[in-house]
DNA sequence: GTTAAAACTGACCAATTGGTAAAATTGCGG
DNA sequence: CCGCAATTTTACCAATTGGTCAGTTTTAAC
């Protein structure tokens, strides 16, 4: 995944973790985001977790706290892969050009890493408490940033008025739509993956492309 | 609630149900929408719901059968509801009108029934097991009809040729994410959630006539 | 007023849950 | 090989969970 988590940043103790330990805890969360992104936080149980990745529940609390820790962890390991397409947004680019790569970027997210996306909207619905700081932090200043750069694009004829900070929402319901709600979209349009997301890539440039180009 | 639960249909019993035990399963079925909003069917307790609606584990068990009884009951009373903007979608009426009245009327619901729509989007992130009957029967159906409708309209160069179907998702997920992900947009909006709908709305109306407008 | 039905409750049950502690096992370095 | 550290496991704990049951209270019907 984008953003693998960087371990070394979340053991409390001095020491530094081995190789072992980072794979071990790796192999944890992978189990934790299985079951997290099905039945959200309070719905999963660390036996769910430890079953899963193949060891006893005990022996999983030796790498992690409890279940807060291993939740946190796998949400603070994708929240820089989450802003990162947006970050790439240039100033210097093609205003529509930088859109639709953008646009492109959060569906390759979504078709990429539709747990991590479920496992997100999991912890929305809830409330979001383990994202709070996220929320209004670092996702609040960088729509900011972005809206006033989108605004300034439209400002000079490069784009059409419309309100960026609603644009950037569209995208997200749209393109993580495909991910969350990937059991809607299959029954509908049945089980190619790969041709529904190109199907959907290509209605979204459209409508992107119809909404912004002055 | 649009689509107020038929109570009739709930009972096993061939008894009629009395007025005040459809105002208790009533009471009980708002207290569970609160909390299956939140954390999902697997999330919730019986005792969360109970709690909520003020009375007895057991009384409340007097009532429905169980837990899975008190979800499914819940979400099948708001199938019809969810579907009654898109068949109320009028062939004889102005393509473009029509659309964005399904749109306008999708709003109406984020915004009147916010619980409702992460009822559903919980139990969409859980793979829909109470919802499996609807997905692939009614609402595909329904999807597939109104796809033929639009496909028609396009095709007398009424709207401009995109996929229906993905129009569908787009309104679908651009619709619910201002209730679903209420609280990533207030955190970044602000909470005059009246004014982040009224923004939300012009925006899509414009984004939507952009696109179809042939 | 009496009786039966409906509604409600406290106590209980087996299983599950997040976790702890001690014992056992494995791995590593000298 | 030995001793120690790291890792894993078994056993256990108090609390919670979906539910059951019997007793009590309330309501309805006559």
């Known amino acids: 995944m984008v953003g693998q988590i960087d371990l070394d940043k979340m053991t409390d103790t001095p020491a530094k973790m081995t190789r072992n330990q980072k794979q071990k805890r790796q192999m944890i969360l992978d189990a934790a985001l299985d079951v997290f992104s099905l039945d959200g936080f309070r719905g999963t149980s660390l036996d769910q977790i430890a079953l899963k990745a193949g060891i006893s529940k005990p022996n999983l609390l030796y790498y992690f706290s409890g279940k807060e820790e291993i939740h946190t962890a ?9 802003l990162a397409p947006l970050r790439a947004m240039d100033a210097q680019g093609d205003p529509l050009t930088e859109v639709l790569k953008y646009l492109d970027a959060k569906m390759n997210m979504a078709m990429s ?25 670092s996702l609040k200043s960088l729509v900011e940033e972005k809206s006033i750069l989108l605004q300034k694009w439209m400002d000079l004829g ?57």
């Open 74 to 82: 796998l949400l603070e390991g994708l929240l820089d892969a989450w």
């Open 113 to 137: 890493y539709p747990l991590e996306s479920r496992l997100f909207a999991n912890e929305i619905l809830r409330g979001a408490p383990h994202l709070e700081n996220y929320l209004k932090g």
């Open 158 to 214: 490069q784009l059409r008025q419309v309100n960026p900070k609603h644009l950037f929402f569209s995208i997200w319901a749209m393109t993580q739509h495909y991910a969350d709600f990937d059991v809607q979209v299959s029954a509908i349009l049945g089980e190619d993956r790969e041709s529904n997301f190109a199907q959907a890539r290509a209605f979204q440039a459209t409508m992107i492309s119809q909404l912004l180009a002055p």
